[in-house]
């Protein structure tokens, strides 16, 4: 059985910085790729950031790219977000997600966290 837990989410101010991560349990898959999604509310989940398992290959959203950088730790299984310079519209529940390929598509990720908050005040 498959597990993500994310945490570091939390309140800042517009032009701040957090940290995201996310461990994975119970490895389904030899290789893997990981990704970010958010979801606001009364907005549907989209795409976020995704990396491959090696060589980490990393795509973004044009909405944040420049601004959050997706990393992992192989050996941990873990996944990481660094978002800075942010802004009010990046407020969302935001969630790990891991899958076969690095795609946009929500559909392609098998497994799902719980989400962690992201607020930014303006």
């Known amino acids: 059985q498959v597990q993500l837990v994310e945490s570091g989410g939390g309140l800042v101010q517009a032009g701040g910085s957090l940290s995201l991560s996310c461990a994975a349990s119970g490895r389904a898959f030899t290789t893997y790729a990981m990704a970010w999604f958010r979801q606001a509310p009364g907005n549907e989940r989209e795409f976020v950031a995704a990396i491959n398992w090696s060589p980490p290959n990393t795509r973004y959203a044009d909405s944040v790219k420049g601004r959050f950088t997706i990393s992992r730790a192989n050996a941990k299984d873990t996944v990481y977000l660094q978002m800075t310079s942010l802004k009010p519209e990046d407020t969302a529940v935001y969630y790990c997600?891991?899958?076969?390929?690095?795609?946009?598509?929500?559909?392609?990720?098998?497994?799902w966290g719980q989400g962690t908050q992201v607020t930014v005040s303006s």
């Open positions: 997600a891991l899958g076969l390929l690095p795609g946009t598509s929500s559909a392609g990720y098998s497994y």
